[in-house]
């Protein structure tokens, strides 16, 4: 599979599952979800991703179950499952089970941590997609430690305009339209006016500037923006 790794999220509780999503996403992976196992089970099926995130406790068929039969064997044994437990005396449950699964956390979890345990699976899987560092030019961010640098000084860049580098340096020449970096950055569900993207990208634009550098966005008329 081509693109960005495709990470499953199945969790029946909305609030959980949204946020779950939205954040996966704005690691510039794509996310599908599912509510229920046997639903979870189906989607594996159609469309196999490259690490399932399953919460334990779900209706009708667990996730306990879910992850038994995807590991039974075929195709679906070598997808890594991170499962989701409510208290460590659950995880140490699941653990003598022997379900298979690759990794556990226990909610409430750090989503930071989370993310960490998500990278170090598709690291596994899809390693030149957990690149840790993207390099551009004299631009080069550190995605572990979250900092960026241009010919060698750190720069201060707010969370969006983080996000908003991101998505340039892992394409550099492509040209993003508007719509492709609110979805891209800010996420499919949250209503942003597109101006704000101009806003942010002249933030960016700004700070990669400082110390008399050049400007390596451009901006595409009638299009949207592209680095280089
Ligand atoms: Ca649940």
Redesign the pocket.
């Known amino acids: 599979m081509a693109g960005e790794p495709m990470v499953l999220v199945v969790?029946?509780?909305p609030a959980q599952r949204e946020v779950l999503a939205y954040n996966i996403q704005a690691e510039g992976y794509h996310v599908m979800t599912a509510e229920a196992g046997d639903e979870a089970l189906d989607i594996v099926r159609e469309t196999p991703p490259d690490v399932i995130v399953l919460?334990?406790?779900?209706p009708h068929v667990s996730g306990i179950e879910v992850c038994r039969q995807l590991k039974m064997g075929g195709e679906t044994a070598r997808i890594p499952i991170i499962m989701l437990s409510a208290r460590s005396e659950e995880v140490d449950k699941i653990r003598g089970l022997e379900t298979g699964a690759d990794d556990y956390v226990t909610k409430p979890y750090s989503l930071a941590e989370l993310l960490a345990r998500l990278r170090t699976q598709l690291r596994r899987v899809r390693p030149a997609t957990v690149g840790e560092r993207l390099e551009y030019d004299d631009i080069v961010i550190d995605l572990a430690e979250h900092r960026v640098y241009r010919g060698g000084e750190e720069l201060r860049l707010g969370p969006t305009e983080f996000r908003l580098l991101t998505a340039f340096m892992e394409r550099p020449g492509r040209v993003w339209s508007r719509e492709q970096l609110l979805d891209r950055v800010w996420g499919r569900d949250i209503y942003v006016d597109s101006r704000t993207v101009d806003v942010h990208v002249g933030r960016l634009r700004k700070a990669l500037k400082a110390g008399d550098h050049g400007d390596p966005i451009r901006t595409v008329r009638g299009a949207g923006y592209a680095l280089g």
């Open positions: 969790e029946d509780e919460d334990w406790m779900l």
